[in-house]
């Protein structure tokens, strides 16, 4: 797909807000609205735009810790561990490593017993041989979208 200058704009645009009317960033873009639902509809299609959300503060509805969880899976277990990890409510990504371990999980509680039982329920997993955890004490940039 051409991510030519025009998918660049409305991406960022989309990004910084994606309630705005369709109009509104047509104009904002100086193409016609068709031009932007058309590209829009190309994105979506193509998969660079996978889905609209809105931002939530977790700290503002009960998440007070954020968690980086590194672990080591024996042998072939890595996927079917990720897969079943990945499925977790608590999890905000689960990801393939290079170095000392094998996936990073980032994931978010309301408390320590809530971290203390995910990461029991993860080593009581067949597959997992260890894990490193390593709780954010403050937040100084969180952005996990492409910034363009």
Do not use: W
Request: charged share 30%; hydrophobic share 40%; proline share 2%.
């Amino acid at each position: 797909m051409d991510i030519d200058q025009t998918n660049v704009k409305l991406l960022r645009a989309l990004r910084d807000d994606a309630r705005r009317s369709l109009r509104e960033i047509a104009k904002e873009l100086g193409v016609s609205t068709v031009t932007v639902i058309n590209r829009m509809k190309n994105l979506r299609g193509e998969g660079v735009i996978k889905g609209f959300s809105a931002h939530i503060d977790p700290k503002k509805v009960g998440f007070e810790l954020t968690a980086v969880i590194s672990l080591k899976a024996k042998g072939k277990m890595l996927l079917p561990v990720q897969e079943k990890i990945a499925k977790d409510p608590h999890v905000c990504g689960v990801y393939d490593v290079t170095g000392d371990f094998d996936s990073v999980i980032v994931a978010r509680f309301k408390n320590v017993n809530d971290l203390n039982n995910f990461i029991k329920k993860t080593l009581a997993l067949e597959g997992i041989d260890r894990t490193y955890t390593q709780v954010a004490l403050n937040v100084i940039k969180e952005d996990f979208g492409v910034n363009l």
